[in-house]
């Protein structure tokens, strides 16, 4: 929300291009860090900046850019075509045009700077409305400025004009200061700017950046000097991941100093969409993707990858855990490798342990499902044991069905129960039966060939093998 002494803005967000050096059929803006495409990170940080309305030029994969928009945005942003992207001046004439009632202040920003602080918003529009210039702009200081237009000044210092890295005279190539692509500027002065712009340059666009040199010419710029490494755009590939990485890191700090603790402040994966309380702690290696939520007290181990996973209070996820779509009871534990896929509900206490896979099923408070077994399709009473080895068989080829299994109920291992099948509580199955039939409460359900000792047997087989061998 804007603050009482400053005037209500809008946000241009230019997200047209294709992004050719992403070397990907994703348009560019697209392409995700911790997470969240990129242009959402732009949206997202104007709208908490305080921007009253947000303008997202589209163009490129425009459809699929628009359907991440109004999923996340809704009806905050407002969508403009620029059908052929001639340039960044070009897309902000798109914009402009849209509404012809647009007044005021414009931050503009490109939709692929993804580490822009809100805080680096608000003190530009600040400083260029307290200074009542026509443009205020961002500039930085970077050792190798290579792809980034250069910032020309003039004899007394003050900004003189912009000029594209492909534009440059050898001289103007060692300019370090360049060109974050950060603006606010006054609409009437930006409306008048953009109709004077030419694509009389090396790339034959219309660039946005030459309405700096029509504001300078009237002395009318104010430049805010900032940290490149928090402006950095995303380019190609290697880009996208040192941004995510220094993404990844402002997240595990935030996590840290609200008291979680973590192994490796570099080697952790949380995507801005999850949540993690205070009290619990992270291992290194461990990604958190989409949703997910980890409770206070509850401990995440090396190397476990949790998709929309909620994580109760004191739950124990040991190392090398996968899991998706899922809940994980308070005090429960999980792993090492285990492997939880979509709809597994464990309850309070409950243990699922290494090599075991679940699926949509609920396991009830404190039952167990400690080695090697598969249980998909079921649904678990409390107090159940399940041995090693047990496999729910919830696929006839055609379909899938339900094993439902009281409480209390103690499951032999290497058992398999097939479905649709249900052990009524306090029932027991002997080790190695295949249930096919409903076991009642409290009964023994033994199905396998009887055992027969033949004595001394062993003995005499060996002796003859052995005869045979010399
Ligand atoms: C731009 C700046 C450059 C600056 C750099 C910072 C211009 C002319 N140059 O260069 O001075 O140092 O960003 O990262 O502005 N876009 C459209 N429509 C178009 C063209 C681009 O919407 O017709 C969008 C792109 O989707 C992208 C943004 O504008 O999000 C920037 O375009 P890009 O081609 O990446 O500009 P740079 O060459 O990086
Ligand atoms: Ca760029």
Redesign the pocket.
Known sequence: MPTDEQAPWSAII????E?TRMNSSRP??LHAIAGRPLVSWVVGTALEAGAARCLV?V?HGRAEVERELAETFGARVEVVL?SE????G??VRCAMESDPALSGRVVIL????PLIPESLIRSLVEQSQAAKANLGLVTATLPTPD???RIVRDGRGAVAR?V?DCDCSDEEKKINE????LYDVDAGFLRDAIRQLTSDNAQG?R???DVVELAARRGDVVSVAADMADLM?V?DQRDLAICAARRRRRIAETLAKKGVAITDLDALYVDADCQVEGGASLGAQVHLRGKCVVRQGASVDVGCVLTNVVVEANALILPYTVATDSTIGEGASVGPFSHLRRQSKLGPRSKVGNFSETKKTTLGEGSKVNHLAYVGDGIIGKGVNIGAGTIFCNYDGEQKHTTVIGDDVFVGSDSQLVAPVTVERGAYIASGTTVTRDVPEDSLAVGRAKQENKEGYAARLRARLRRKKR
Do not use: F, H, M, S
């Open positions: 230019l997200a047209a291009g992004g560019k803006v030029v163009g620029q992207q001639r340039g960044t070009d897309a490109y939709g692929d700077c792809g980034y237009g912009i594209e360049v060109n974050p692509g666009q660039y946005l950046t755009g380019n």
